[in-house]
């Protein structure tokens, strides 16, 4: 049936909530007052009795399961699409205007909504005065969501509204045109049970070295060994290849790089302690890297780059165009962790523009790098030898690095904030308040001098665990340590990820 109406949502919701022999699907439509609102009618039928043996300890809040046998989860869903989440202008609209406490007046603190009727109230008194004299004992809280039961004197898990809180907060992300907040993975029922069945399944503790192996050393290989476990150790991409996310298209995967990674993978995190030998990795990159070919020593950067490059390559391998590129940029999962952007700009002295139309005369002028987007994993070289027409030589001086870095002071934003005298109100550009901080997690050491040197590497297992990995030899090393070796490569990796909306 049809309905015009000059009422607000929390009306419409108390009309709704009063339907007691049918489901009601609400839907406003956008328009001029009066608002139409349609219901659509559907049969009910009551699963009171499914509930009725069940206690808490098995099945979370008996209330709370008897309210949604009753009534379901659209109440739950109106109200945090609306005062919660707020998944469109409208609702956050009516959220800024009408989320007073009924009793006083106020917005809070800490303002709940009864899930039985209209009624908002504040935590400290006046729902449990609005529970007492109304009966109604179940509330969402509007600042999280969560569901709070005055029977119980306790807030309620529930997974069922929890994945419809997921989903509001996405909606909300994407009206706002925010990135997807972060959430962790939580196992759904089938999830939990396969996980209890396993027995000999493998628990993650502080102080757990699953993960670390020893690599042999196959005759001046030791530059490999640094990258390889500095690789393996880059959290975003042993997520990708543990989730096995690598579908291999090319005609033979003996000839895939990215499958010989995924399977070094496989390898490490299997609990296995004995070293391992790398020679289908270094034949690898020997075929598709041929002036690294040989038994020489070769530098670590170069492998790192040549390694990178060639990953990059085979993930492309049987990818169509149109899967290639997002955006302008490559979507396979080197670029995405590894590659960044950078804005280059030639300022005038005279002027203070980038284009000298002004003086239209050429002029002295100076040229900034900053960088446009950051990568996940950020890397450092530090040049530590020196070639030239006179002499070749390694270059061991001290120079500091931090194990937290914050890389807004380097960002193209920011530099044009400071240029408009906007990086101390709140009128700075998109992009200056992103999280830009750094964690280092892996540092690559050259020993020795330039003809006759060695490479080692230390890495970070946990949160402020580091260990040093010297080919088949690893050791625990600390924070310190790292800090006061000489440092060639660094590798850091963003600390807070952010995620792009894809919610329809």
């Not at 290849?241 to 990215?258: I, R, T």
């Not at 002004?358 to 530590?384: D, G, M, W």
Request: proline residues 3%; charged residues 20%.
């Amino acid at each position: 049936m049809i309905i015009d109406c000059f009422c607000s949502p929390q009306y419409l919701l108390a009309y709704y909530l009063t339907k007691k022999r049918y489901e009601v699907g609400l839907r406003v439509r956008k328009g001029t007052r009066p608002i139409r609102v349609e219901f659509e009618r559907r049969n009910w039928r009551s699963r009171h009795s499914y509930f009725t043996n069940k206690i808490m300890n098995d099945n979370g809040c008996i209330h709370l399961n008897n309210f949604k046998a009753a009534k379901g989860t659209h109440p739950y869903k109106i109200v945090h699409a609306f005062f919660v989440s707020c998944t469109s202008y409208e609702a956050r609209k009516y959220k800024a205007t009408s989320c007073l406490c009924f009793t006083c007046g106020k917005p809070g603190p800490r303002m709940h909504s009864c899930l039985h009727c209209i009624f908002f109230g504040c935590y400290a008194g006046h729902i449990q005065d609005h529970s007492k004299t109304k009966k109604h004992f179940l509330y969402v809280d509007l600042s999280h969501g969560n569901i709070f039961c005055a029977q119980c004197q306790d807030y309620i898990y529930d997974r069922e509204l929890t994945d419809i809180a997921v989903t509001h907060r996405l909606k909300e992300a994407k009206s706002l045109g925010l990135h997807v907040p972060y959430t962790p993975w939580l196992p759904n029922n089938n999830e939990a049970m396969a996980l209890r069945r396993l027995r000999k399944r493998r628990l993650i503790s502080p102080h757990t070295t699953i993960g670390l192996r020893g690599l042999q050393n196959l005759g001046s290989t030791c530059f490999m060994n640094c990258i390889v476990q500095a690789l393996i150790h880059t959290p975003l991409l042993r997520d990708y290849f543990l989730a096995e996310k690598h579908k291999c298209k090319a005609q033979s995967s003996s000839k895939c790089l990215v499958c010989e990674v995924s399977k070094l993978f496989q390898e490490f995190y299997s609990g296995a302690k004995t070293p391992l030998t790398l020679h289908r990795l270094l034949h690898l990159i020997w075929t598709h890297a041929r002036h690294l070919a040989g038994y020489e020593q070769q530098d670590a950067h170069e492998f790192f780059i040549a390694t990178l490059d060639v990953l990059h390559r085979h993930c492309m391998n049987g990818v169509e165009d149109i899967e290639k590129k997002e955006n302008g940029r490559c979507n396979c999962i080197i670029d995405q962790i590894f590659t960044g952007g950078l804005q280059s700009d030639v300022v005038c002295t005279s002027c203070s523009e980038i284009k000298c139309s002004n003086c239209r005369a050429y002029r002295e002028s100076t040229k900034q790098l900053t960088l446009e987007t950051l990568p996940i994993v950020a890397s450092f070289h530090l040049k530590r030898f020196e070639h030239s027409s006179q002499i070749d030589r390694k270059i061991s001086a001290f120079i500091s690095f931090p194990a937290e870095l914050d890389m807004t002071p380097f960002m193209s934003s920011h530099r044009r904030a400071v240029d408009m005298g906007g990086s101390e109100n709140n009128n700075a550009p998109q992009g200056i308040f992103e999280d830009n901080r750094y964690s280092l997690f892996a540092v690559v050491n050259h020993l020795g001098s330039l003809d006759a040197g060695h490479y080692t590497a230390y890495v970070r297992q946990m949160k402020g665990s580091w260990f040093k990995c010297d080919d088949h030899m690893i050791t625990r090393a600390s924070l310190r340590e790292v800090l006061d070796s000489e440092g060639y490569l660094l590798f850091y990796h963003k600390t807070v990820l952010e995620y792009e909306c894809d919610v329809s």
